[in-house]
T-cell receptor, first 113, second 114 residues
Framework: QQQVKQSPQSLIVQKGGISIINCAYE??????FPWYQQFPGKGPALLIA?????SEKKEGRFTISFNKSAKQFSLHIMDSQPGDSATYFC????????????FGKGTRLSVIA | DAGVTQSPTHLIKTRGQQVTLRCSPI?????VSWYQQVLGQGPQFIFQ???????GRGNFPDRFSARQFPNYSSELNVNALLLGDSALYLC?????????????FGSGTRLTVV
């Protein structure tokens, strides 16, 4: 059972454009939703995270939008740059208690000049 | 400050063999978790250890085992390797097992089973 569904599988965006990646979750007990960025040969690195008490969180060019009623959250990358080309994973967990991160299958983003 | 250190970086093993992967957490981090990342997929949880005790286990067969040492480093062992065990094995450390929002991942060990 896949608890976190991520789309699209791959994404090509022009430099300066907006990249949008979507995730949907099933477990209503999840209360921590991070996004990870992974470059080839590296482990995932935390990019930005949100909790369900807010609907949006912005850090620089990266924004998470969260819709609790729809059980969906998304990552927006504004002014996308070639250096943003990587694989992005959404994840979810229960922040209190011994619960591991559940990851989506990932989105491979390519930003072309 | 050193990040999460994993060794070896790459490994090639034959079916049926056994393998041991190693992880050193960030200084001060007492919890270590192991994840398996198959090519083209997201990481899948294998184990979590805290203070040398197993705190969680994912849906993996008994061929997978792990332990944590007094210095909080950890080993992941996989016996009777199958071709399907080929993956990137990631170690993540955090201050406390209940605070997985502080996860930091290592660069992983790429295991290839032939």
């Amino acid at each position: 059972q896949q608890q976190v569904k991520q789309s699209p599988q791959s994404l090509i965006v022009q430099k300066g454009g907006i990249s949008i990646i979507n995730c949907a979750y099933e477990n209503t007990a999840f209360d921590y939703f991070p996004w990870y960025q992974q470059f080839p040969g590296k482990g995932p690195a935390l990019l930005i995270a949100i909790r369900p008490d807010v609907s949006e969180k912005k850090e620089g060019r990266f924004t998470i939008s969260f819709n609790k009623s729809a059980k969906q959250f998304s990552l927006h990358i504004m002014d996308s740059q070639p250096g943003d080309s990587a694989t992005y994973f959404c994840a979810a967990s229960i922040s209190s208690g011994n619960t591991p991160l559940v990851f989506g299958k990932g989105t491979r983003l390519s930003v072309i000049a | 400050d050193a990040g999460v250190t994993q060794s070896p970086t790459h490994l090639i093993k034959t079916r049926g063999q056994q393998v041991t992967l190693r992880c050193s957490p960030i200084s001060g981090h007492k919890s270590v978790s192991w994840y398996q990342q198959v090519l083209g997929q997201g990481p899948q949880f294998i184990f979590q250890y805290y203070e040398k005790e197993e705190r969680g286990r994912g849906n993996f067969p008994d061929r997978f085992s792990a332990r944590q040492f007094p210095n909080y480093s950890s080993e992941l062992n996989v016996n009777a390797l199958l071709l399907g065990d080929s993956a990137l094995y990631l170690c993540a450390s955090s201050l406390h097992p209940d605070r997985n929002y502080g996860y930091t991942f290592g660069s992983g060990t790429r295991l290839t089973v032939v």
